[in-house]
């Protein structure tokens, strides 16, 4: 395994521990409102000081770009890690088991290794550039769906643009009356392990920071799938405007995003 997964690995597993000891039980932890609808306890910042913490022993030099801390370390390092503590707190906060821990490495702005993992199942998503990607050390693939008919979209609402929610619900029934169901599941990164192994068929969200997406991504690529913009462009780094699947899947659901909810998405 290549060093620097491994070491992120262990991390994850740590504040993992943590996670799945104190799920739900909101009298053990602080809840706070970052923004409206928008939640952080002391455990999603426990957990990146615990991942810091063990990055920084074997990498002293190396720059952390976290959710809740901002940037730590050597902002001038070649190798960036990019940290979600726990991508679905209101799921964590609500005792609902569907959360993770999201990890990246970018050297010179690339992804190299990444591990998504979800304390509640044990599963442990990882992917290296060039190698592949694994659940619990299996190799996974994207599903091999090529039609909406049938498929199983996951989602989100835009709760954190409203501005932005009637456009999305166009496409949200556009969506439903061609595909079999939709999952709104709570956790970008975890949606995006779900497509890189199949369970899921595509999914796409609005608005996304990179701490969301930054694993997930890699995962995915590494399992065959492909992650675009809402206009098939790679710009969704910048925007967070994600839709993913195998590159027919893409296809299929930006064909379903008509120009004018786009537009006022994409505004
Ligand atoms: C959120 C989750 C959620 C997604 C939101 C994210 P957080 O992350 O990934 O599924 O819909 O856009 O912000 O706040 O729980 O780390
Ligand atoms: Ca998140
Ligand atoms: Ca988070």
Redesign the pocket.
């Known amino acids: 395994m290549h060093p620097m997964l491994n070491i992120a690995v262990r991390a994850a597993r740590s504040a993992g521990n943590l996670i799945a000891r104190t799920i739900g039980q909101s009298e053990n932890f602080e809840v706070a409102q970052k923004n409206k609808d ?2 952080v306890t002391s455990i ?1 910042k426990q957990c990146e000081k615990m991942i810091a913490e063990t990055l920084f022993k074997s990498y002293r030099d190396h720059c952390i770009l976290t ?1 809740e801390s901002g940037v730590l370390g050597n902002p001038d390092s070649e190798y960036q890690w990019v940290i ?1 503590p ?7 906060v609500k005792g609902i088991g569907h ?1 993770a821990i999201s990890m990246a490495l970018r050297h010179n702005g690339k992804t190299e290794v990444a591990v998504v993992f979800d304390p509640m199942m044990d599963e442990m998503f990882t992917a290296a550039r060039g190698e592949g990607a694994f659940l619990n050390g299996r190799r996974i693939r994207v599903s091999s769906a090529d039609s909406l008919d049938g498929s199983i979209i996951g989602t ?2 835009p ?2 643009h409203r501005d932005r929610m009637n456009a999305y619900l166009e496409i949200f029934t556009r969506l439903i009356n061609n595909c079999a169901d939709i999952r ?6 975890l ?1 995006l392990c779900y497509v890189a192994c199949g369970r899921l068929d595509g999914y796409l ?1 609005q ?3 990179e ?2 997406f930054a694993a997930g991504e890699l995962i995915l690529r590494e399992a065959g799938g492909l992650a675009t913009d809402f206009l098939g462009e790679p710009n969704y780094v910048k925007s967070g405007n994600i839709v993913s699947g195998n590159p027919t899947m893409v296809r299929n659901l930006i064909k379903l995003c008509d120009p004018q909810s786009l537009d006022a998405i994409l505004r």
């Open positions: 928008d939640l999603d959710e979600d726990i991508d679905g707190t209101t799921n964590f959360c989100a609402f709760t954190r709104r599941m709570g956790s970008a990164s949606d969200e608005g996304l920071k701490w969301d």
